[in-house]
């Protein structure tokens, strides 16, 4: 067994698109449409199913805005240098939320950014990323 993917819901599906591609630097795989139910899919990630798990962004029409609710926590992503990879989002224009330095109780290097509808992203360093 394998993770696939990660669904999130959007309340801009185009502004979620843009943060994950241009911001985190993932591809935009593929997208769905289905007028019938009222939604549409944008698969975001770095390589495609079934070697890496992907990112579902899910847009249902005329829904602007999702409570995050206390049980989501975050995604990860593996970055060479997590001090580096901050200054590229926020000179993207994303919002770092916690810069890079040790975890708490550890000694691994992470940092925080948040996407446009509030889903965190943590970003480890790992210098085999």
């Given at each position: 067994m394998r993770i696939l993917h990660t669904m999130l819901r959007v309340g801009n599906l185009q502004r979620s698109i843009d943060f994950y591609t241009k911001v985190l630097g993932m591809k935009l795989l593929r997208t769905t449409e289905n007028p019938e139910y009222k939604y549409?899919?944008?698969f975001v990630g770095y390589g495609k199913n079934p070697d890496h798990a992907e990112l579902e962004l899910t847009y249902n029409y005329g829904v602007e805005k999702y409570e995050?609710?206390?049980?989501?926590?975050h995604i990860a992503i593996?970055?060479?240098d997590a001090a580096k990879a901050c200054e590229a989002v926020k000179q993207a224009g994303g919002?770092?939320?916690r810069e890079a330095g040790p975890v708490k109780g550890g000694t691994s290097v992470i940092a925080f950014v948040q996407d446009p509808d509030g889903y965190k992203v943590e970003l480890i360093e790992r210098k085999d990323s």
């Amino acid at each position: 067994m394998r993770i696939l993917h990660t669904m999130l819901r959007v309340g801009n599906l185009q502004r979620s698109i843009d943060f994950y591609t241009k911001v985190l630097g993932m591809k935009l795989l593929r997208t769905t449409e289905n007028p019938e139910y009222k939604y549409t899919l944008a698969f975001v990630g770095y390589g495609k199913n079934p070697d890496h798990a992907e990112l579902e962004l899910t847009y249902n029409y005329g829904v602007e805005k999702y409570e995050m609710g206390t049980a989501y926590g975050h995604i990860a992503i593996s970055v060479d240098d997590a001090a580096k990879a901050c200054e590229a989002v926020k000179q993207a224009g994303g919002n770092v939320t916690r810069e890079a330095g040790p975890v708490k109780g550890g000694t691994s290097v992470i940092a925080f950014v948040q996407d446009p509808d509030g889903y965190k992203v943590e970003l480890i360093e790992r210098k085999d990323s």
